[in-house]
């Protein structure tokens, strides 16, 4: 009983590692993925930032606006803000070309 057990709970968390994997095998080397989250950190150089548990990296190229399009500086990244992010997947996580900050509507 006790080996069918193990079994059992072995079978479970592979099913469960493959379902995690599949879904990020999904996206493509250099295609754009756009996701929205809150910055839960970021870097003390503004080298990146984590949004959603994921590490956004930025670049020189990275282009930081609002939701006017009016063009921002990468020190209005902050602590608890909400992004809306274009990027394209790394191999340490994701290239940032675009982020856009939502201002919250009054």
Do not use: C, H, W
Request: no cysteine; hydrophobic share 45%.
């Amino acid at each position: 009983m006790f080996l069918k057990n193990r079994y059992l709970l072995f079978f479970s968390i592979m099913l469960i590692l493959s379902i995690i994997n599949y879904g990020e095998a999904q996206i493509k080397k250099d295609e754009t993925v756009i996701f929205s989250g809150v910055i839960e950190k970021v870097d003390k150089n503004y080298k990146f930032i984590v949004v959603n548990e994921r590490m956004i990296l930025l670049s020189n190229t990275t282009k930081i606006v609002d939701d006017n399009g009016n063009i921002l500086q990468k020190s209005n990244l902050k602590l608890n803000v909400l992004v809306t992010i274009e990027a394209i997947q790394d191999p340490i996580g994701f290239l940032a070309n675009r982020i856009t900050i939502k201002v919250p509507k009054r």
